[in-house]
């Protein structure tokens, strides 16, 4: 009996735990990428070298070569691929229309709006020299309509900062589209779920932390599960359940992000992929025991019954978290600590091995600066912090004839 073929778009980190559980099932991976030092090309039974938003020559490959399935995780640019190639190919899979409204920022904005969806005020800016129209007031937030990794994305106090901001933008766009909002300042949530035939299953909600950037919105940890207050969680799981359901998605990893302040929420953005940085592959299924790459391929190779049942008795056992940090500007001469971390039976996994001396640190600008992530799981959240405490203290890195440790972790 011949394989099944499987069309993975990407083959960053991201999307490595897919093609490795799709080929302990037996399918054969073919993995689209364009040349580079991505991970997933070497995981490959087949490697596709193309670009990932070569949409029709990628419907063609799929039909020249009979493939029976199409996916990807952990990648917004991804998504809109993946459900063009579905649709045109007749396999299972988003709509495009879905696709757009979960990957597109003025897309999903425009959408939130039409059905009275919780989101910031924001305004679709044309061009740098549309700023005087915007109708709310200062503080704001510039964002590339399509990107992803926090680039371009910008907090803005005044009128003169905005126009260079907004042209920056533009230059991560490949829509050449750039969404401004109003500033909300509140409590940030992650919102892990699971969609299936429309109907919203959640998973996990889980806390954000930020470096302390004036400008920039760069996260430094995720942790799960979070122990804000249950009527918040309710509130967002029916909003989220309206969302999914209105955007008529058929299946997937739904990972979303919400502002809250004195009970009230907005949307930051919704994704209809599993959250970056090993939150659907690592951090998700060390708490709740539930693997979401396993169930992706379950909806797909026609296995929805024991995903629904899955995901029905999904409770959290532990707590787990990402830990990113950066560098003072610097070559390094010296590091402490790194065989502690990798060896520490809290670490999941530890992404620090590139960090050795003579490695040179330039500038934080966006989320593909940060170094790490360091996964860490605990018993609970007191413990888990505990773990965190350990790692800031037994990982250190120096700097040539300079005693302080050069890295940031807040």
Not at 104 to 115: A, I, P
Not at 175 to 201: H, M, T
Request: aromatic content about 10%; hydrophobic content about 40%.
């Amino acid at each position: 009996m011949k394989s099944k073929k499987i069309l993975i778009i990407g083959a960053g980190a991201g999307q490595v735990p897919l093609i490795e559980e799709s080929r302990k099932r037996g399918l054969e991976t073919h993995v689209v990428s364009p040349n580079g030092p991505y991970p997933g090309i070497k995981c490959a039974d087949v490697w596709v070298e193309e670009d990932i938003y070569n949409k029709d020559a990628l419907v063609q490959y799929a039909r020249q070569h009979r493939i029976d399935f199409v996916l990807s995780d952990q990648s917004d640019f991804a998504v809109p691929t993946v459900a063009y190639i579905a649709e045109k190919c007749g396999l299972p899979g988003n709509r495009i229309v879905t696709a757009e409204i979960y990957s597109d920022k003025h897309t999903q904005r425009d959408f939130c709006r039409e059905h009275h969806l919780n989101i910031p005020q924001s305004f679709k800016v044309e061009n740098e020299q549309a700023v005087d129209q915007i109708p709310f007031a200062f503080p704001w937030v510039v964002k590339p309509a399509d990107s992803q990794g926090s680039r371009g994305i910008r907090k803005l106090f005044n009128l003169e900062e905005a126009v260079s901001a907004i042209r920056d933008a533009y230059r991560y766009s490949k829509k050449r589209e750039v969404v401004v909002e109003e500033y909300f300042q509140g409590r940030e949530l992650v919102c892990e779920g699971f969609v299936l035939n429309g109907k919203y299953y959640n998973i996990a909600f889980g806390d954000r932390l930020y470096f302390h950037l004036e400008d920039k919105f760069i996260p430094s940890q995720t942790i799960f599960p979070s122990d804000i207050e249950a009527s918040v969680c309710e509130q967002i799981v029916a909003h989220e359940a309206r969302f999914a359901s209105l955007a008529q998605a058929e299946f997937g990893i739904v990972h979303s992000e919400y502002l809250v302040r004195d009970g009230q929420f907005v949307l930051v953005e919704s994704a209809l992929r599993g959250g970056g940085v090993y939150i659907s592959s690592h951090l998700i299924p060390a708490v709740y025991e539930l693997n979401l790459t396993q169930l992706l391929l379950d909806c797909l190779t026609g296995y929805k019954e024991d995903v629904e049942r899955k995901l029905s008795q999904s409770l959290p056992q532990r707590s787990s978290a990402y830990v990113c940090f950066y560098l003072r500007p610097g070559r390094i001469a010296r590091v402490e600590g790194a065989e502690a971390v990798k060896s520490d039976p809290h670490v999941i996994q530890a992404d620090i091995d590139t960090y050795q001396v003579g490695f040179e640190y330039g500038l934080m600008e966006h989320k593909g600066n940060r170094l790490g992530p360091v996964l860490l799981v605990a018993d609970n959240r007191s413990a888990l912090r505990a773990e965190v405490s350990h790692l800031h203290d037994i990982y250190r890195i120096y700097y040539e004839g300079d005693a302080d440790n050069a890295i940031v972790w807040e």
